[in-house]
């Protein structure tokens, strides 16, 4: 059985048992596969290796107190994996053998799914990505989509706390008419380098700005962003922004708090009269935002600076982990219990 001390898992890759393949070739997916194998083979040509030919998915299933699994809105990865694909012209996997893939690796792996009491959670990550031979600059017409899945702990291993970000001008992740709204390798990669000088100041990520102006609020690193003031959560519209699963299910627990939502372009000055700000994404579902230096207009926003999350960041982050642990009722739909 697992020797695994849950509490000390972090966000990293652990070997599991099993993951699940589906080749498209000749226009048709094939039945799924289950390999053992932590490796894929591939031709050296492959449009995944050359040409950013890759998108991937992440989601997350949870132990309740009962014992059961439970793997949160499944549906909209499947959705937004085949919004990727169209993007990089890949064949979209069907949302039913998504679903199916999900499920058989949670299953597989089931001993790997963390016990409730240790707040950690299975993480699992389906990809698609272009195997064709070619050397010329089109899209292939053959792909391998896999999913598989690694224990992760807690997110916040010394509790919920807030942490800093930090503007940078001379960077962008993505642009207006590009590729941020889809979720791809490539952004991250052009992502990577201003990340590392956020972490080398001591941030957690970078805040960037719209592309085009450097006006308006644009993704918190790998994270949608979302500031708190006068009972109102407002979050960036813009044409760049990756539409995060974690945003849209607090958008909707926002409003049944009696909290109003707002998404529209957020101008930079904006973040002076926010009275909290977090990102999220499923990682952290919520990582609150204790100050934003904007280092270059020597201004500092500070929305926490005792080393706690504000109230309504941690009322959205209990009533949201409550909906994935089961502890609170499903009324969305959003839950598969295996
Ligand atoms: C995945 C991702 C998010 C978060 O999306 P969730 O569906 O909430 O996990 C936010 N921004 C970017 C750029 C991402 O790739």
Redo the contacts with the bound molecule.
Sequence with gaps: MNDINWGELSFGYMKTDYNVRSYYRNGKWSELEISDSEQVTMHIASTCLHYGQEAF???KAFRGKDRKIRIFRMR??AL?LQASSRGVKMAEFPVEMFERAVLEVVKRNERFVPPYESGASLYIRPLLIGTSAQVGVKPGNEYLFMVFATPVGPYFKTGFKPTPYIIIRSFD??APQGT?TI?IGG??AA?LAAGEIAHEKGYSAVLYLDAKEKKFID??????FFGIKNNTYITPRSAS?????????LMVLAEELGIRVECRPVPVEELATFEEAGA????AVISPVSRIDDIEEKKSYVFSSDGTPGPVCLKLYNKLRAIQYGDEEDKYGWVTVL
Excluded at 241 to 249: A, C, M
Excluded at 280 to 283: D, L, N, Q, W, Y
């Design positions: 998915e992440g989601l909209d990865n937004r992740r993505a941020g979720k952004n991250y992502s993704e918190c690193g790998p994270a949608n922004i990756l539409p995060s699963i974690t945003n849209k299910s999220c994404g499923t990682a």
